[in-house]
């Protein structure tokens, strides 16, 4: 299918955090993707309305009827991705969100959509208790969203079935967001999924890393919990989140790419 539109809605992941700048804006694998459906389709048009650190509810309240507006039957596809903020939160329900996640994904499809859900990696070589744990939540939470992608027929990137996107170094400094080769490497795969030319390197697993010093890895460790960690919490335990007052990128379907801000 040759997609006229393409609207992304979500969390920090399709905000495109940690990615490079263009426009102003993180790029991130969604602006990646659009870049590619717009060589497609002179009049293609792409709408963002991502927003970092929102969650389930918020997603559903603010982004989801706003891209059913904006909505053109089938050759629109509507990428949704949210609901890892919820599952880390301390005060987290199953029994809440899978339920929320599968009425957002109901409505989204009810409007003729192509629809593009993402699963959440379980297993990130992390060890511990907290580590264990997130597993059995995020284990759960992949059910649900496989369960309600079948039902309304979502074409469903699972990275868990990509060992590849198990390593680090697709990481930020922030140990949370994809950096640059990362948002590339998802990119190519959402690529592939919907039929467009991709780069079928994407699965390659990146060349071994040299060892680091024991000494290194505590410095890097301690930079982090200062930088990232620590204003994390901070931000929790006053009830604040990152996405708080922020708009998202693109909320209107526009003419892409932005060639008049190159």
Known sequence: MIF???IAIGDSYTEGMCDEKKYGNYRGWADRVADVMAVHNPD???ANLAI???LLRQVLDDQVDAAIA???GPQTLVSFHAGAND????GYKAELALPLYAKAVR?????GATLLLFTVLERTGNTGRSAKMWEQRFSEFNRNVRAIGLEVGAVIADANEEP?????RFLAFDRLHLNAVGHERV???VLELIDLPFDSSWRQPLPLANPQPKIFKAIVTTLWFISFALPWMWRRARGKSSGDGRSCKYPIAIHWPLTHLD
């Open 4 to 6: 006229t539109r393409f």
């Open 44 to 46: 293609f048009t792409y």
């Open 52 to 54: 970092r650190g929102k």
């Open 70 to 72: 904006q909505v053109n």
């Open 87 to 90: 599952v880390i939160r301390p």
């Open 107 to 111: 409505r989204l499809a009810a409007s």
């Open 164 to 168: 590849a996107f198990s390593d680090r």
């Open 187 to 189: 990119a190519q795969a």
